[in-house]
């Protein structure tokens, strides 16, 4: 298992990571500090309480990331929390390792010592960021031995740098709009012919995420058509459906008068 490469302070406003408050104005400018992490490790299923091939109990587990340690003067610890568990990340005296679901246990043994016919990829990454909003992606990638096919996931974090908070759907839709917003997305998915769902009974996904100009849905494997058609995104402009964002999405992240 690698150690943590390294931590890495951007203070540099050349590189995009010192966050202005106020448009021209320095004095408001805050200091962002991340770190990276990467780990290779073997897993072991414990066969006592999951069920599996004899040749299949161990895991070759590899993932990479870069996490907040510092947004200005911000309690950053429920971002930092949040973005571990769905990177399945954990530390363990400055080492990053996997973490495992229950049933599985980590090998102190190097990959090369023995033979995962299993994988799972765990990469974390910033997507966007502006002055009002970063947003994170996990990209999660799993090839159980003996399956057809592999199995894969992207999930979104959007954290506003103007409160401090992860954004849900409350904060970026007004309430009461959720059935307009579904008939926007089945208009925009209307013309696919890959659809495995009745089209007027898909419903606003959880999964989304900001975009510079709008927001940007996504539906999962097999959530509304076959593992074929991969995920789907519907990408929606703010200036489209403004008379259901909230003042802060309109104002703040989008900048709609």
């Known amino acids: ?18 966050v202005f408050a106020g448009c021209g104005n ?16 073997i897993a072991e299923v414990d066969t006592d309480s999951v069920d599996v091939e004899e040749d299949a109990v161990y895991w070759q587990c590899n993932g990479s990331g870069m996490l907040p340690v510092k947004i200005g003067k911000r309690d950053i610890s429920a971002l930092r929390d ?4 769905i990177a399945a990340v954990e530390f363990d005296k400055g080492d990053a390792r996997p973490l495992l679901p229950r049933g599985y246990k980590r090998e102190l043994v190097s990959a090369d010592s023995v033979e995962a016919r299993s994988q799972v990829v765990n990469d974390l990454s910033v997507v966007l960021m502006t002055p009002e909003v970063m947003v994170w992606r996990n990209y999660s990638y799993a090839y159980p031995k003996g399956a ?20 849900t759907h409350r904060d970026v839709f007004k309430a009461g ?3 307009q917003l579904a008939g926007t997305l089945r ?3 209307s013309d696919r012919d890959d659809l495995i769902t009745d089209l007027e009974d898909i419903e606003v996904p959880e999964t989304f995420y900001v975009t510079a100009d709008g927001v940007t849905f996504v539906y999962g494997l097999y959530a509304i058509a076959p593992y074929s058609s991969g995920e789907i995104e519907v990408p929606l402009k703010a200036y489209s459906i403004a008379d259901i964002l909230t003042p802060y999405a309109s104002g703040t992240l989008f900048g709609i008068k």
């Open 1 to 18: 298992m690698k150690k943590i490469a390294s931590r890495i302070a951007f203070l540099s406003a050349g590189m995009a990571l010192l």
């Open 26 to 41: 320095t004095d408001n400018r805050e200091v962002m500090e991340f770190e990276k992490y990467n780990y290779s490790a």
């Open 82 to 85: 949040t973005l571990m568990r």
């Open 148 to 167: 057809a096919h592999s199995n894969y996931s992207n999930v979104y974090v959007n954290y506003s740098l103007s409160d401090g908070r992860i954004l």
């Open 177 to 179: 709009s959720e059935e």
């Open 187 to 189: 208009a925009a998915l």
